[in-house]
């Protein structure tokens, strides 16, 4: 078995093992969680040293409809394979003491598996298929072992997303037949289908992939999924939702819609470019408005996966990398906020800003990467949100279109207006009437040290980010305009 | 030159204060919190030692630009991390880390049994070294990084007692308007990069030089400059963004002492100072400087003559002399800006300090003119240090502030027009408020005279040796002119680098030179410092009730000046409105009509689906007759084609 | 002969339709869905004999699995109904019921 496979098939092995494992569950999750981590590190540590080199293709011949088992790894793909793997042993650690069933951890792995396996397909159909199988984990995530509001957030989650889905595979669809009318051979190949000659109905093709994408990143109109599911789902199915579900989308969008139809993508670049640029204030300026922590953190990520956009459609070297680049930090940074916010709610079990207060106090260490995380959120330079976002706006910047950059630092502005009163009103303001601050003790050393881990990395990719660069910059050579 | 060559000195700059913060965070702060201090005070010796021996390097010539790793390199420009260690960067990096190490010591003293001393000090001391990764910075990038550490750990400090709503305002204000501000920086500097495709300031300035000597400057540059102020004006607490100043009083004397004597609100002046030969290069955008410099320096001096607030009349003080610094640089007086902003870095910390030990004396963090009276005899030291820096303030000869504001004035008078007359008026309004404190404060009559009951008396070593020295310094600043004068030429003109293995030398834009003892000078600067304590003697000390009497008599004035002409009222309602904006799009937009479309879509669907279910009843019978009924349907209509 | 088979056939087909919709009583129902997978297998095993297509014997390999399996699968859900106390009777059973 390759290494390629062994990404994903491992996972999968996890995932039953852990469903078979009954009690022990959460020792083999964590046994299968960090063989993952290490696979991935294995076939990372050759990407970064060599600056991006792809990773060989573990093909198969095309079967009934030229539908093919093809895998590839390239420094995008392995970045957000290691993501993955990475954030799936920090939910594993988060999520240790909780008291639930096998299939916690069951699904935890089947989720990797199948993120795993989005990110390495280089065939369109096995891609489709483990886009969709990704939903079936998390549906369960969501309306199993979420909060109150549960059941209906799944489902909104699962209608919302799944009705995306169809319009890209559509698309998906018409680009095979079309393809097959030009050259009479079948085939869901990536590379293969890369110039098809979409002919008319290059724009539909393109509209209906956007959809699909762009109902996962999410692009403003199409968020209004992402804030229920995300307070609704346990801290650690935020995480994975935030950290890497949301990067399918814009992996999605560099990957497969650019490519396919790149004539489409540079006469939309106005429209779309705005879209983006609205999603990042736009986000912003309504978690302002939230008195919900978990909401407030939900939109942030609507606004941060805006500039990721604003740095996909610049097309320009730059905002193509930063846009990359803040997929990684943006799982790191809202992954550790998820993670705080969701220890809060295991406390007390509140989340709305006027339920504590005094926290600075009663939970030193908490406040201390709480502040952490929200100062790389907000984008303080030298910590790794900075590195994106400027790279993204450096991009925009540059583009046809410089007038949207002024946006994008609007909403880096913005990003503190919405952050700091949040932290004040949680860590620094009194106890009100009916805090239930008392009943929130500080991080154990478990929970600290899964922060510690985290905030690390921050400051890492913040100060030296270039490694990082230099390892995404060749899988996205293909796309600068 | 490589990085092995690099002075140990200027590691140090670095190494002391990381190690310190590290050890203090990791290791005494779970301890022993109340020794976190110790470190520090020991890094704060090491800096200040390092910096007096590097700016002795430099002053023999031993500047040098040095780039060191490579931070982010993409597409066409890349971005390296270095050190600039020249004439401008060594002279305010001594200034701030002597003082900054003074109001180290004085802290220990002031802050000693506060439930947060340890977390203070951790806090205090990353003030300090974001200022010295900003000073030491050789490129745009680098110093954002530490203009915003700058920020944070403002932002910490004024927010350090965070249970008093006040203070949580003050923090939030303060890092917000800062905020704004880099909105400016940001853009700049992603103008800068896509015009010039590098960062550092050197290889800008060569560029800039080579463009305009050929006679055209980029067509950004203009955008450039006036974003770099705009900048500038945040972080220096010039119009239009001074407001948050005024407020970061809330934090701990120390803290208003550092940032504004050294650490936060110099750092715009040297963004400006750095920025020289881009601002420069633009017609008009020096003038620009130079008016809001003046601007901000009259109307804050009228504002610091009204308020009531020991801190608060400083802080207006502070945004004053700012204004003045400004002024110096809009005119091309680089030197005597470098010049002021170091003696006023002296006498600021001194008064802060001061004030810090009448509000001590007390037993409060700060203190009210109605409160205190008549302290001279109970608080001796610190009524001679308050007397010493209040004198070099106000310019009277032969005190620091003498030679550094004069110099200033003496430009803006041969500048002439409104500029002069800005200069002078401010000069009689500095004399005029820091009089009126010192009499209010130190003579005059006592507080149980006003009802209230107190029983001052010095404070300990710790709270008096800090400050005397402070005040010494700032008495005996205008010595170091010649020294700036040459270390600031060095930086304008000597600075040799070697940019791909070749030497070059450059004459940046504006003027080191800092004029020196004349007798224009001292007649004029006398005279106005004469007719600004005269009055404040006249209003405080012979007609002791005026201070209280005209606020009673007119409260419209009062209103006027509370808030600054109406400016504050205004922000006020431009805060309001992004938060009406706020709460209408996440409240209303978002929530209601948006996501409530919709859910409606999802409703409707429901409720077709309701309307079914209720004609089936659920039997699996007539499920499964349906279903054959169905299936004969499609063989039918299947037969039939 | 073809069409005494055809006959044969459809007449099974139909008894095992009568079963399913008829009766209630879900044993029966359960007799009557395989009766009616028995009479498709007839058809397709004549089929494969009249036009010498071998798809059709492989899908009647299939059928005769999948019958296996959701005889399996039935006679269990049967018997877990029943022990939950609810009797064998179809009609009580409305949970599809939207």
């Known amino acids: 078995m390759s290494l390629l496979t062994a990404l994903w098939v491992v996972p999968l092995a996890g995932a039953v093992a852990c469903a078979l494992s009954g009690r022990a569950a959460r020792w083999t999750s964590l046994a299968f969680s960090l063989a993952a981590l290490a696979l991935s590190a294995a076939a990372l540590r050759p990407v970064l040293a060599s600056s991006g080199a792809g990773l060989a293709l573990a093909g198969g011949a095309p079967g009934a409809f030229g539908v093919s088992y093809a895998l590839a790894a390239d420094g995008l793909s392995l970045s957000l394979v290691g993501l993955t793997a990475f954030l799936n042993l920090i939910c594993v650690a988060a999520s240790w003491d909780l ?51 549960r059941r209906r957030a799944a489902l909104k989650f699962f209608i919302f997303t799944f009705a995306g889905s169809i319009f890209m595979l559509l698309a998906l669809i018409a680009v095979v037949v079309l393809h097959q009318r030009a050259t009479g051979e079948w085939t869901w190949n990536l590379a293969a289908l890369r110039g098809t000659d979409l002919g008319p109905a290059a724009p ?16 403003v109109p199409l968020h209004t999924w992402l804030p229920d599911a995300h307070t609704e789902a346990p801290a650690a199915g935020s995480v994975m939702l935030a950290g890497v579900m949301l990067k399918m989308g814009v992996y999605g969008i560099l990957r497969v819609a650019l490519p396919l139809a790149p004539t489409v993508a540079a006469a939309w670049m106005p429209l779309l470019t705005l879209l983006a640029a609205i999603s990042a204030v736009y986000g912003a300026l309504c978690a302002m408005a939230q008195t919900d922590l978990k909401r407030l953190v939900a939109y942030s990520s609507i606004a941060h996966l805006g500039f990721c956009l604003l740095g996909v459609f610049s097309g320009t070297a730059q905002g193509l990398a930063g846009a990359a680049l803040l997929m990684i930090n943006h799982g790191i940074t809202t992954g550790a906020l ?39 959120s907000i984008g303080l330079p030298g910590l790794n949100g900075f590195v994106g976002e400027f790279l993204c706006l ?17 909403g880096v502005t913005l990003a503190a207006v919405y952050a700091l009163p949040a932290y004040q009103a949680v860590f620094w303001a009194p106890e009100g009437p009916g805090s239930v601050s008392a009943k929130v003790r500080d991080l154990g050393a478990r929970e600290s040290g899964i922060l510690w881990t985290l905030c690390a990395l921050m400051l890492w990719i913040g100060l030296a980010p270039q490694p990082w660069l230099a390892a995404l910059a060749p899988s996205l050579r293909g796309l600068v305009r | ?70 931070w982010a390199a993409v597409g066409d420009w890349g971005v390296d991390f270095g050190l600039r260690i020249d004439g401008p960067c060594v002279a305010v990096l001594t200034m701030v880390a002597l003082v900054g190490s003074l109001i180290h010591v004085y802290a220990a003293s002031y802050m000693k049994g506060d439930p947060g001393f340890s977390r203070f000090f951790l806090v205090f001391h990353l003030f300090f070294l974001a200022m010295i990764g900003l000073l030491t910075a050789n490129n745009y990038v680098q110093m954002y990084l530490f203009w915003e550490l700058v920020g944070l750990a403002s ?120 920025s020289w030969p881009l601002i420069a290069a633009v017609p008009g955008l020096p003038t620009a400087v130079a008016a809001i410099g003046a601007f901000t320096a009259l109307a804050s001096a009228v504002i610091a003559g009204t308020r009531k607030d020991l801190k608060r009349i400083l802080a207006y003080s502070t945004v004053s002399h700012l204004g003045l610094m400004m002024l110096a640089l809009g005119l091309g007086q680089i030197g005597v800006a470098v010049f002021h902003l170091i003696v006023h870095g002296f006498f600021k910390a001194a008064l802060f300090l001061c004030a810090g030990n009448v509000g001590h004396a007390i037993h409060q963090p700060t203190a009210n003119v109605d409160e205190v009276g008549g302290w001279r005899k109970a608080l001796p030291w610190t009524y001679a240090c308050f007397l010493l820096a209040a004198l070099s303030l106000a310019g009277v000869f032969p005190f620091g502030g003498f030679f550094s504001k ?40 006592r507080p149980e005279q006003k009802g209230l009951s107190a029983h001052p008396h010095e404070a300990g070593f710790g709270f008096v040796a800090p400050i005397v020295l402070l005040a010494v310094g700032s008495a005996f600043a205008g010595l170091l002119r010649p020294l700036i004068e040459r270390l600031v030429d060095g930086g304008l003109h000597g600075l040799p680098v070697s940019v791909g293995g070749v030497a070059l030398q450059m004459n940046l834009p504006g003027s080191a030179m800092i004029p020196g003892f004349e007798w224009r000078a001292l007649l004029i600067g006398t005279a106005m410092a004469a007719i600004g304590a005269g009055a404040a003697y006249a209003l405080t000390m012979i007609d002791a009730g005026w201070d209280w009497r005209w606020r009673v008599s007119s409260p419209r004035l009062v209103r006027v000046f509370d808030t600054d002409f109406g400016w504050k009222t205004l922000i006020g309602w431009i805060a309001d409105g992004v938060t009406g904006l706020g709460n209408f799009a996440g409240r209303v937009l978002d929530k209601k009509w948006w996501d409530g479309a919709i859910e409606s879509t999802g409703s409707a669907a429901l409720g077709a689906g309701g309307l079914l279910s209720d004609a089936s009843r659920g039997r699996l019978n007539e499920a499964l007759w349906w279903m054959a009924a169905g299936a004969a349907l499609l063989l039918a209509a299947g037969g039939l084609r | 002969m073809n069409a005494a088979v055809w006959a044969t056939a459809g007449a099974l087909f139909a008894l095992g339709l009568a079963a399913v919709v008829l009766r209630r009583q879900m044993l029966a129902m359960l007799l009557g869905v395989e009766l009616m997978v028995a009479a498709a297998d007839l058809a397709l095993v004549h089929g494969a004999c009249r036009f010498s297509d071998p798809e059709a014997l492989a899908a009647v390999a299939v059928i005769l699995a999948v019958a296996a399996a959701e005889a399996v699968v039935g006679l269990s859900l049967i018997l877990k109904v029943l022990r939950s106390g609810r009797g064998l009777d179809a009609g009580d059973l409305t949970e599809l019921r939207g």
Not at chain 2, 407 to 433: E, H, K, N
């Open chain 2, 155 to 274: 932002y910490l400090l004024i927010g350090f007692w965070y249970q008093k709503e006040s203070a949580r305002k003050a923090a939030l204000k303060a890092f917000l308007t800062n905020r704004v501000g880099d909105f400016g920086f940001l853009l700049a500097l992603l103008l800068i990069l896509t015009t010039f495709r590098v960062a550092q300031f050197h290889i800008i300035y060569l560029k800039v030089l080579v463009l305009a000597s050929g006679g055209h400057t980029p067509e950004f540059l203009p955008l450039i400059g006036g974003l770099l102020i705009w900048a500038a004006c945040a972080k220096s607490a010039q119009f239009p963004l001074y407001f948050w100043l005024p407020d970061a009083m809330e934090g701990p004397t120390p803290t208003s002492a550092l940032m504004h004597a050294a650490t936060m609100v110099t750092a715009g002046v040297f963004l400006l100072i750095r």
């Open chain 2, 1 to 70: 030159m490589t990085p092995a060559q690099v002075p140990i000195v200027a590691w140090l700059l670095f190494l002391a204060p990381i190690s310190a913060i590290l050890f203090g965070f990791f290791i005494l702060r779970p301890l022993k919190p109340e020794w976190t201090h110790w470190p520090i005070l020991l890094s704060c010796a090491v800096v200040a030692v390092a910096s007096v021996a590097l700016a002795a390097r430099v002053y023999a010539d031993g500047s040098f630009d040095l780039n060191f790793y490579r």
């Open chain 1, 394 to 410: 450096s991009g925009i910047w540059q583009s046809s279109l410089p007038i949207f950059a002024v946006l994008g630092v609007i």
């Open chain 2, 406 to 445: 004069d110099a200033i004035v003496d430009a803006a008078l041969s500048r002439g027009g409104l500029f002069a007359a800005a200069g002078l008026l401010v000069s009689i309004g500095s004399a005029f408020y820091i009089f009126r404190m010192l009499f209010l404060t130190f003579h005059g009559s």
């Open chain 1, 338 to 376: 998820f993670l705080l916010v969701g220890f809060l709610y295991e406390r007390a079990h509140k989340r709305g800003l006027s339920d504590f207060g005094g926290l600075a106090e009663r939970a030193p260490r908490l406040a201390f990467f709480f502040g952490f995380s929200i100062m790389a």
């Open chain 1, 204 to 219: 539909w093709i393109f509209l209906g992939l956007l959809v699909g994408f762009g109902v996962k990143v999410p692009m």
């Open chain 1, 99 to 149: 008291d639930v069933s096998a299939g916690y951890w069951a699904c935890f792995q089947a989720l990797a598996c199948a993120l795993c396996g989005v990110f390495l397909a280089r065939d369109l159909f096995l891609f489709y298929i483990f886009w969709e199988a990704t939903l079936i984990p998390m549906f369960f995530i969501i309306g199993l072992w979420g909060s109150d509001n």
